[in-house]
């Protein structure tokens, strides 16, 4: 038999025979109502348990974690708010269940049910997954987490006391209000959770509002590894900032008070707090899992002896809320209804097509109060001498912080957060002055934690902030890189475009700086970032195309809801001559806060589109740059040379790009990441599909880089440019 029909006829027998494990008595604030409430929660997601075996069984159901053995998770959800946030565990269906009872939300079990069918009915995914999750019930959709919702619920968390002091447009989260997280003992011990962990440690030590409740689910094993005896007790009961509380998870009544406890710590001192809650796993990890493969058959037969279901029966009827007989009927009705409108589920319609799939990956527009930038009264008391400054060219770095300085200005809602983007003003001097301009509530100054810096940016765009966090480099990305790829990236593709997390990522990062940083500080990589579906990647060549893609960058993050990745190429920063030292011809004005970039349009320079021309060099970052220090001995050859500015690496401009190389007979690519993994590729096959034209390109080496003389010995050059421009068009280089 499988082990779920197993638990089922053992309660059956046993609560028949009323051979119940023994337990304390009922103890706590616990109503009768409430006692209720839970109970029938725990049943009903008992019941969609087995139903999802068995609809998975017959073809019907796909991919199934299940939840029982944790269904003492309907007490801690009814000791909460429902507009508490909720950021839970794969296995918190009680949960979802208890709060959607709360609310006198619809048919809670019917939405499960076409999430385990997979239909396009499923009111949180459309069929993409199933997930728990309800915009109705404040629960974002977690999929297969492992701790990588923990940093942003501490982001969520710090939102709540931001919001108080600068409300944002679109807030959510109520000013009195906690989030909620929870997780198992084993996901307590990933590197992400510890950074979770360890921030809102740090953050409560400082004395910062951050209303956060964790909750670990401890069942004593991960998968098929067990988590050693009091593990989670040791390591949890004495951290400084973190307010331990422990409740045994299988008695109902006891996990309510506690968790009441917790709550009203965690809401009247705005402090986190860390609830140590006792469960057991029935039936195994996932899907077919057999625990019998990993554990002995006591081992298995111990945990389901102790099955929640059977000890809030005994609660119950020694607290007289209800009977044995009576707790027998509801449980076995339940039962009977999931059956039935399983039946009906399994008929409900399925995503069928591609676009259909992609439809939510992209989120939706959403409507916001138009502004047009501050008033010349603002920026003139806010710049002050700065802004007679803004008539001369200057280089990137200075006209960054000027386009975020009106940025901040016209949006409110903008926050930044970063390690030293603050009091420094970070390590190349971009974000000087704002924090003492805006305050450390809208330029956070971080704790040296990637995750944690991504996370309070995806947090708190979910109570209706613009979050722009920084990474302070490129190659630092890889850190955390799973929290744009596994948690921004795949909000809305997983809740239907019903929550979003927008924000303009700002990276410094690729090549060429002299003599400074190695790999570590000069990555050249973007082969992470161009492949995550829904995120926008831009990187500018200029000041003032800097300053307009940012704004535009913004606008999507603000309007359109979009993950933008923003990466400011580090050896630009500070450039002002493109061909001899004192020409001043890389600086740029600063361009009025009107103007912007459109996404997808690019940079032409030369023969105008459509117009004959020998060579098209399609380019970006500091490729631009090369490419035109190139242009001089490439046009004395004789070459009319358009160079294009991609500006928007993913999704590539295509539509612009094709129509810019119009009327060009060969093109070159100049790409400065590598040649395995670089935009190369892809701009190669974009081009080979479309035009009839000989190509070739000029990447960096497959390499890392190099500090000191070497640094820029793996990356494109001026002279690579040149050879390459004339072997591919068969053109003499002039002589001397």
Known sequence: MDRADIVHENFLARVTARDFPAGAAPTGPLGAEGARAIFGAACLSRALDRTSRNMQRVGQGFYTIGSSGHEGMAAVAQALRPDDMAFLHYRDAAFQ??????????????????????????????????????????????????????????????????????PPEHRVLAD???????????????????????????????????????????????????????????????????????????????????????????????????????????????????????????????DEAQDPLLHAVRLMDQAGVMTAAEAMELYTQTCADVAQMSQRAVTRPRLESASQVMASL??????????????????????????????????????????????????????????????????????????????????????????????????????????????QFLAYLHNAEDQIRGEAATLSFFSNGQFTNPMVLRIAGLGYQKGFGGHFHNDNSLAVLRDIPGVILACPSSGAEAAMMLRESVRMAREEQRVVVFVEPIALYPMRDLHQPGDGGWMTHYPSPDQRIAFGTVGVTGPAEGQACDLAIVTFGNGVFLSHQSLPALQSAGLKVRLIDLRWLAPLPEAALIAALAGARHVLI?????????????????????????????????????????????????????DAGLALTGAAPTQG
Not at 225 to 233: D, H, N, S
Not at 245 to 250: E, I, K, Q, R
Not at 365 to 382: E, I, M, Q
Not at 704 to 709: K, L, V
């Open 176 to 302: 009195d209000g906690l989030v909620f997280c929870s997780f198992g003992d084993a996901s307590a011990n990933h590197s992400t959770a510890q950074g979770a962990f360890n921030t809102a440690q740090w953050t409560a030590y400082q004395g910062a509002p951050l209303p956060l409740l964790f909750a670990c689910e401890d069942n004593g094993i991960g998968i098929s590894t067990k988590t050693p005896r009091g593990w989670i007790a040791a390591s949890f009961q004495d951290r400084p900032g973190l307010r331990y509380f422990a409740c045994n998870g299988l008695d109902i009544f006891e996990t309510f008070g506690v968790a009441q406890q917790a709550a009203q710590f965690v809401r009247s001192q705005r402090k986190p707090a860390f609830l140590h809650m006792q469960t057991v796993r029935l039936y195994g990890h996932a899907g077919a899992d057999v625990p019998t493969t990993y554990l002995t058959r006591a081992e298995v037969e111990a």
């Open 362 to 471: 992209v989120p939706p527009t959403r409507s916001c109060a138009r502004r047009n930038g501050p008033d010349a009264d603002a920026r003139a008391a806010h710049f002050g001498p700065e802004l007679a400054q803004m008539d001369a060219p200057q280089p990137m770095s200075r006209i960054v912080n000027w386009a975020l300085n009106d940025l901040m200005l016209t949006h409110s809602e903008i926050v930044m957060m970063g390690e030293d983007v603050g009091r420094k003003g970070g390590v190349y001097g971009v974000t000087q002055r704002l924090q003492a301009r805006f305050g450390h509530d809208r330029v956070i100054d971080t704790l040296l934690d990637e995750q944690s810096i991504l996370g309070l940016a995806i947090g708190m765009a979910q109570n209706g902030f613009v979050p722009m966090p920084e990474i």
């Open 97 to 166: 269940i208890a709060r959607a009872g709360q609310v006198g939300y619809g048919d809670i079990g019917w939405d499960m049910l076409l999430s385990f069918a997979a239909s396009s009915d499923d009111p949180i995914s459309g069929g993409r997954h199933k997930v728990l999750g309800s915009r109705a019930l404040n629960i974002p959709p977690q999929t297969s987490t492992i701790a990588s919702h923990l940093p942003k619920a501490v982001g969520a968390a710090y939102a709540i006391g931001a919001a108080r002091r600068n």
């Open 670 to 722: 100049v790409d400065e990441c590598r040649r395995s993994g670089g935009v190369a590729e892809g701009l190669m096959a974009l081009v080979a599909e479309n035009c009839a034209v000989p190509q070739a390109r000029v990447t960096a080496l497959d390499s890392f880089i190099a500090t000191g003389p070497a640094y820029a010995a793996t990356l494109p050059s001026v002279a690579q440019i040149i």
